[in-house]
């Protein structure tokens, strides 16, 4: 599925419903991977090191907080990090967990939003991550029902939390989000299918039979990004696809996503991943999988 990825298998079980780690340590050493189950990832005291979720690369503060759903490349890095005492929590349970037709009860639509959410990996807010820290911490000591009902409650309190963030785009990891809304569906189809060339707010508001200014109030309401926001951020996960799983150039990569302008395709990547495409490229090459 991810190529010339490490795909892991977790010790979590069938029969089991979650499991969870918790370690001190001085570093991170564990590779670029990926695996079904869904994975709550805290860290404490590791400020500079480097975060990969999917295609977003980001140095993280001393505090951390993020959901990774299933089959989403992730790995955590030492990369600038000084401290001596890292604690992480990892709590990995099953892409199932929850019955389909149990999360489309009304009390269950936060979680049901949260885990859609999940695919395309989420980074909690800092005021998130102090609140659940102890709770976190706490869980491994729990047993049985107890330690399932506390997940589920923990999996509550983070899908009704404020300023949670989504780190790679759904080009990238093949996220299948859910706007409720034929003519969105409608829209991507369209900016999938032709990514690769010149795409205007105004064909693809004649597509779905509404005007310039009705579509773009309409796409904004629903996805909460602008239709030119996504249409960048479907270029560039496509891109960064292309840059690990081809040896095509930089500059052939910018022209096959529909950027006719290398600088600025370059210039954009850096605004949106915090690295150029090609320092992207390296971090998932096969010498810089692991760093100690």
């Not at 500079?48 to 999917?54: T, W």
């Not at 389909?100 to 909690?124: D, Y």
């Not at 600088?263 to 096969?286: D, G, H, V």
């Amino acid at each position: 599925m991810h190529k010339n990825i490490l795909r892991e298998i977790t010790p979590l079980t069938p029969s089991d419903c979650f499991t969870i780690f918790t370690r001190v340590k001085t570093d991170f050493d564990f590779p670029l991977h990926y695996h079904e189950e869904l994975e709550l990832n805290f860290i404490h005291n590791a400020k500079g090191a480097r975060r990969v979720v999917g295609d977003h690369i980001a140095e993280i503060d001393d505090l951390e907080l993020v959901l990774v759903g299933s089959n989403l490349p992730h790995v955590w890095q030492t990369h600038k990090c000084k401290g001596r005492k890292i604690t992480e929590v990892t709590i990995q349970f099953h892409k199932d967990l929850f019955d389909e037709k149990f999360l489309r009860r009304n009390q269950m639509s936060f979680i049901r939003n949260l885990l859609e959410r999940s695919a395309k990996g989420i980074l909690f807010s800092r005021t998130t991550a102090e609140q659940l820290k102890s709770r976190l911490l706490a869980l491994g000591q729990k047993q049985g029902f107890d330690s399932v009902l506390e997940l589920v409650s923990i999996l509550h309190d983070l899908s009704v939390s404020r300023n949670m963030h989504t780190l790679s785009d759904a080009t990238f990891s093949n996220a299948e989000l859910s706007y409720n809304s034929r003519r969105i569906e409608r829209a991507f189809e369209y900016m999938n299918e032709n990514f690769h060339k010149n795409i205007t707010l105004t064909e693809v508001s004649k597509l779905v039979n509404m005007t310039d200014v009705s579509f773009s109030r309409f796409f904004k309401a629903k996805t909460g990004i602008t239709f030119i926001d996504s249409l960048l951020e479907l270029r560039l996960g496509h891109a960064s696809r292309l840059l690990i799983d081809t040896t095509e150039s930089v500059s052939e990569i910018a022209y096959d996503c529909g950027f006719n302008n290398i600088s600025n395709f370059n210039r954009l990547f850096k605004k949106k991943k915090n690295c150029t495409p090609k320092e992207f490229r390296e971090s998932y090459s096969t010498d810089n999988r692991v760093f100690i």
